[in-house]
């Protein structure tokens, strides 16, 4: 069964979250996002998401104090985990920005002579949730030998943490 994760970057800072003695909340918080399962309401005609802590409803994770820890994220912020990870184990989630390069070569023959031709193409790609995006970044990640490439940011840099 797949893990439906998803990403947003919390409408309150990190350090005010952080001081609300919840343990093991650092272990949600992902390069400036809060990391878990997604819940969207509508509140006075306003779409509002949040993210329930990662592993809350987990036997292992049950709080003693019975409620469910939840974070409000910006909306635009949010995005789901594509069930990938770049060569460092970095969790690829939609938004985010994939870099590299691409190694091609050919070999060709003509006139009474050959010849061997390398060249290196650079690769800059925005991770979406659409089918042939993610055969993409799915072929970039699977093909080691002909693409070399990593998350190196996401779409959502600029957004601030206080969602100014």
């Known amino acids: 069964m797949k893990d439906y994760i998803f990403r947003g970057k919390p409408v309150e800072r990190f350090e005010y979250l952080l001081t609300r003695n919840y343990s093991g909340w650092e272990n949600n918080i992902i390069d400036g996002f809060f990391v878990g399962s997604l819940i969207k309401v509508k509140e006075d005609g306003q779409d509002r998401c949040y993210i329930a802590r990662y592993g809350a409803a987990s036997h292992k994770e049950i709080h003693a ?18 069930f990938m990870k770049d060569p460092n184990g970095k969790m690829v989630f939609e938004g985010d ?9 050919s070999s060709w023959y003509g006139m009474g002579q050959s010849g061997h031709t390398t060249w290196t193409n650079k690769i800059h790609h925005i991770v979406e949730m659409t089918p042939s995006n993610l055969m993409l970044t799915e072929m970039y990640f699977r093909n080691k030998s002909k693409y070399d490439v990593e998350v190196v940011g996401n779409i959502y840099d600029e957004v601030r943490e206080n969602g100014e």
């Open 65 to 82: 104090n019975g409620y469910t820890t939840m974070v409000e994220v910006i909306p635009e912020t949010v995005g789901q985990y594509v």
């Open 97 to 105: 920005i994939i870099e590299g390069t691409e190694r091609m070569s």
